[in-house]
């Protein structure tokens, strides 16, 4: 289904109420640290991993539903914290490793790289999770089984991850730490990223007011299955696959500045769609434009965070970043709830899009239009003289 993302896959899912604050102390340990993997490889690749596993065995540690479900609520806390916890460190350690030069097409290949294993992956796991449920009376064996899949995949991930080398990286000295700016200050000459930041606490709150709910309304109004979720997935995935490649090509030509604008321009028609859909073969539609257009704002978004950030204040930088989203990410489901349960899905669906165009469209006049007004000013190289 449509995926509510901020800028990376590595934002995106349920959060908790303690993500700001989770942010900012992740900041000050990704800044004090000399290493960047180990932080990333114990939380994101370690404890967050080990949460999958433990979220498998919740129907074996208790048959009470209440308690089972506070369970799964502390896990996902877990594995929310951990992730978010490593995140500052990864987008860190990734602008060191990535040369600017490179970015489009590291982040191409690595988006490719996704969108194939979930294209192969979410239709499966539809299928297991249909056709494991109640096997040896286990009645959510299916779902066991993928959490399960999920914990040793993601084991061969960090594994994958700890094989990378990180470039060496000299501990700034105390008296330039005592004598050098803060971030606030800083963003005074960075009007653009404040812009990135303003732009993206509106784009995530018009996201996450419809996003916990398309699967709800599509298993609930329009009588969808798990295999056909997972087959919705799939759709969305092999667009995707075509949009990387596309936008792509689009962003080596006009940069990730543009394309965001670009593709994001086009995102709030997805959420407008569901409001006349009546069938579950028409989310397939949706699905398939959805993978097409987000796979390009996906693929500028993480880009333009590396392009825009103070490059002395970087870990701050993204925390402040990840900070506004995922404080949209815990108001705009409360809200949508609410609007849901007071004036029905489709509410949400329009005010979703109408949030979306707004938050876009002040991505292009905060972010966007500063940057190319400042380059138009900027006075002609003088021609040199004859000699």
Not at 72 to 94: D, E, H, K, Q, Y
Not at 162 to 177: C, G, K, N
Not at 209 to 220: G, I
Not at 275 to 292: K, M
Request: proline letters at 5%.
């Amino acid at each position: 289904m449509e995926r509510a993302r901020a800028s990376s896959d590595s934002w995106r899912r349920s959060r908790t109420s303690s993500a700001p604050c989770r942010s900012f102390r992740a900041r000050r340990a990704a800044d004090a640290v000399r290493h960047r993997k180990p932080l990333v490889t114990w939380t994101v690749g370690g404890f967050a991993r080990v949460a999958l596993l433990a979220l498998a065995l919740v129907p074996w540690l208790t048959n009470v539903p209440a308690t089972a479900i506070w369970l799964i609520i502390g896990l996902n806390g877990v594995r929310s914290f951990m992730s978010n916890f490593g995140n500052p460190a990864w987008t860190v350690l990734v602008g060191d490793l990535v040369p600017p030069r490179l970015r489009a097409l590291y982040f191409g290949n690595r988006n490719l790289m996704i969108m194939l294993a979930a294209l192969l992956v979410a239709p499966l796991a539809g299928w297991l999770i249909k056709a494991g449920n109640g096997w040896l009376d286990q009645p959510y064996l299916g779902y066991q089984a993928v959490l399960a899949l999920a914990f040793v995949a993601g084991l061969a991930g960090t594994v994958c991850f700890v094989r990378i080398p990180e470039p060496h990286r000299v501990r700034r000295a105390r008296v330039v730490q005592d004598a050098g700016t803060s971030l606030w200050a800083v963003l005074g000459d960075h009007r653009a990223f404040v812009g990135l930041v303003v732009s993206g606490f509106v784009w995530n709150l018009a996201l996450q007011v419809a996003a916990p709910f398309f699967n709800v309304y599509l298993v609930r109004h329009l009588g969808a299955g798990a295999g056909t979720v997972g087959l919705l997935a799939g759709v969305n995935t092999l667009f995707g696959l075509l949009g990387s490649g596309l936008f792509g090509r689009v962003m080596d030509r006009i940069g990730a500045l543009k394309t965001q604008a670009v593709a994001g321009l086009f995102i709030p028609v997805i959420p407008t769609a569901w409001i006349w859909i009546t069938a579950p073969w028409q989310v397939g539609v949706v699905e398939a434009y959805s993978g097409l257009v987000w796979a390009g704002y996906n693929l500028a978004n993480f880009a333009l965070l590396l392009e825009l950030t103070p490059s002395s204040h970087r870990p701050q930088a993204v925390a402040l970043y990840q900070t506004v989203v995922f404080v949209s990410a815990v108001v705009g489901p409360l809200l949508g709830g609410w609007l849901a349960d007071t004036f029905g899905f489709r509410v949400i669906f329009g005010l979703s899009g109408a949030g979306r165009l707004l938050g876009i469209l002040l991505y292009v006049w905060l972010s966007v239009w500063p940057i190319f007004a400042a380059q138009r000013s900027r006075p002609a190289a003088a021609p040199a003289s004859a000699v």
